[in-house]
C-alpha cells in the first residue's frame, strides 16, 4: 500500500489494476456515503473510473440496508453530486484482502477497523479520511453530523470534498504507467 512513501497498489491478474478504496464511517448513512459520492465523481472527472474503485460501509449493522440520510442526499445534491441510490452496508472482514485503503472518519473508527483487520498488514491499509489533506491542523476526526442540523452536513461536505481532492492527488501518481483499460474494464 505505501513504499517508501509513495502510494502503491496490488497489480492483480484478472485485468486492469485497479486502486480500491472503502470509506467506514458508523453507521454509513453520513460521512461515508459522502466520501464515495464525493471521490467518485473526482474519479469521474479525472478519467480514472477504470483503474480507481471506491465504495462504503459501516462499522455497525444499525443502518444496513437504508438510504443515505435525508440530509446528506440534500446536501449531496446542493453542490452537484449524487446520493441517492447509495445503501448501507456493514463492513466485513474479509474484505480487507481486496482493498488497498480502509479509510475511517474518526479514531474510534479507526480502531475498530484495526481490531477487524486479519493481520499488521491488513491493519495498514486503515487510515483516517484528513491525514490526507496537507491543509488540516488540529484534529483528524471528522464530526459526526447525524445528531445535529442540516448546516452542519454542509460545513463536513466541504470538509470531505477538500480531503478526497487530496486523497486522489496522492492515489494519482501509483497509477502512471499503468495499461489504459480496453472496452468497458
Known sequence: MRDNGAMTFERRADG?????ICFVCTGNICRSPMAEAVLRKLIEDAGYQHRIRVDSAATGDWHVGERADHRTVDALDRRGYDGTTHRARQFDAD????LDLVIAFDHGHERALRALAPDERQA?????LLSFDPL???SLDVP???YSDAALFDTVLVTVERA???LLRQITPALA???APRGDA
Open 177 to 179: 504507467g499503468t495499461p
Open 124 to 128: 495498514a491499509k486503515v487510515r483516517l
Open 136 to 138: 488540516q491542523t488540529g
Open 164 to 166: 478526497c481532492r487530496a
Open 144 to 146: 459526526d453530523p447525524y
Open 16 to 20: 486492469p489494476p485497479a486502486f480500491r
Open 95 to 98: 474484505w480487507f484482502a481486496d
